[in-house]
């Protein structure tokens, strides 16, 4: 059984756990009444972790282009390897699209994202009121399009693992 390289797979888990720790810290700050101290801290933990997905991202694409992944079983349906492509494809998209969504929706508060509080990333456009709301619910569509895809891609994963036993899970196993 062929498996994905180190690199692939310390990228693979530790972006699913900061997607799913942004996700979850989206859905506390959100649910936070009013402009608290803690609602604003933990915007900015929400926009650190969105700028090392982005990063993380680029770096994971630019590994994936340079080390081909293994193939899929040879057991597999065509209409699943069908799937799991253009599923890997969905979430690549979703990996930048999420982030640079709530990077825009962001700057068209006005608010410039300081990652770690420490460098201020180029502001790339002027705040805009009437964009901001349209914006919000871009950030929120491709947010729960992302969670949808996180959820069947990890259930597919289950499935081959547990059903199916072709290995497929193990290959992105440590």
């Known amino acids: 059984m062929q498996r994905y390289t180190k690199t692939a797979m310390l990228l693979h888990w530790l972006i699913a756990l900061l997607i799913i720790a942004a996700f979850g810290l989206g859905l506390i700050m959100t649910d936070i009444p009013g402009l608290t101290p803690t609602k604003l801290k933990y915007y900015s933990w929400h926009k650190w972790l969105g700028v090392t997905v982005l990063a993380l991202a680029a770096l994971r694409l630019l590994w994936r282009k340079a080390n081909v992944p293994p193939p899929h079983p040879a057991s597999m349906a065509a209409w699943q390897k069908m799937a799991a492509d253009g599923m890997h494809v969905v979430l690549y998209i979703l990996m930048f699209a999420v982030p640079l969504s ?24 002027a705040a805009n009121p ?25 259930l597919a994963a289950l499935k081959h693992h547990f059903i199916d036993r072709d290995g497929v899970l193990r290959r992105m196993l440590p």
Do not use: D, R
């Open 102 to 125: 709530g990077y825009f929706y962001t700057l068209s508060a006005g608010i410039p994202v300081v990652y770690l509080g420490l460098f201020q990333l180029p502001v790339l456009m």
């Open 130 to 154: 009437e964009l901001k709301p349209v914006l919000k619910e871009v950030h929120y569509i491709l947010t729960m399009g992302m969670a949808a895809a996180v959820l069947a891609h990890a």
